[in-house]
T-cell receptor, first 115, second 114 residues
Framework: DAGITQSPRYKITETGRQVTLMCHQT?????MFWYRQDLGHGLRLIYY???????DKGEVPDGYVVSRSKTENFPLTLESATRSQTSVYFC??????????????FGPGTRLTVL | AQKVTQAQTEISVVEKEDVTLDCVYE???????LFWYKQPPSGELVFLIR??????QNEISGRYSWNFQKSTSSFNFTITASQVVDSAVYFC???????????FGKGTRLHILP
């Protein structure tokens, strides 16, 4: 199916474990983004990527690692999960316009709980 | 620095009433883009509208309308004859030309009471 998907949709893990959240889009969008959503904070950008092999930090990158070897995939890894990383994670993608990214379209989200 | 303020944290109205969600933004750029997204209770984020800074015409889409006023740096969203299905969190967002990112406001939670 066309669109943007995230897996898993729900994940429970323990403190100190490594967790990888997957994001896949079928639009061949240039840009991909990872956000976390927490009560009282809205959506905060973790990392983003303008193209394959190009990534950059967002507002809250500490404790996260990303890679983008293929245009369609943008995995987010928590190398050693902490309770403060319990959140809902959204992936988004957008096309490129001359002046910058176009509208972002979001995946369904991954609810991560770190015990 | 760019900033988006949604001062209304939570609003409740009775079904069929009109409701306006406020969005005030800050930017130093003359070229920028404004967005509204809807997040219903199911959790997904749904794109509603994108408007560039050179287009100040108001937009209407069914019961939804948007009022863009550069003079007050506002991009307000009105739902006419609200319905229970409009209950959601609504986010306003801003992107400056040449920037790779969108900055989101903290959202307004809208409750439509039957």
């Amino acid at each position: 199916d066309a669109g943007i998907t995230q897996s898993p949709r729900y994940k429970i893990t323990e403190t100190g474990r490594q967790v990888t959240l997957m994001c896949h889009q079928t639009w061949s969008h240039s840009y991909m983004f990872w956000y976390r959503q927490d009560l009282g904070h809205g959506l905060r950008l973790i990392y983003y990527s303008a193209a394959a092999d190009i990534t950059d930090k967002g507002e809250v990158p500490d404790g996260y690692v990303v890679s983008r070897s293929k245009t369609e995939n943008f995995p987010l890894t928590l190398e050693s999960a902490t309770r403060s990383q319990t959140s809902v994670y959204f992936c988004a993608s957008s096309d490129f316009l001359a002046g910058g990214p176009d509208t972002q379209y979001f995946g369904p989200g991954t609810r991560l709980t770190v015990l | 620095a760019q900033k988006v303020t949604q001062a209304q944290t939570e609003i409740s109205v009775v079904e069929k009433e009109d409701v306006t969600l406020d969005c005030v933004y800050e930017t130093r750029d003359t070229t920028y883009y404004l967005f509204w997204y809807k997040q219903p209770p199911s959790g997904e984020l749904v794109f509603l509208i994108r408007r560039n800074s050179f287009d100040e015409q108001n937009e209407i889409s069914g019961r939804y309308s948007w009022n863009f006023q550069k003079s007050t740096s506002s991009f307000n969203f009105t739902i006419t004859a609200s319905q229970v299905v409009d209950s959601a969190v609504y986010f306003c967002a801003l992107s400056e030309a040449g920037d790779d990112k969108i900055i989101f406001g903290k959202g307004t939670r809208l409750h439509i009471l039957p």
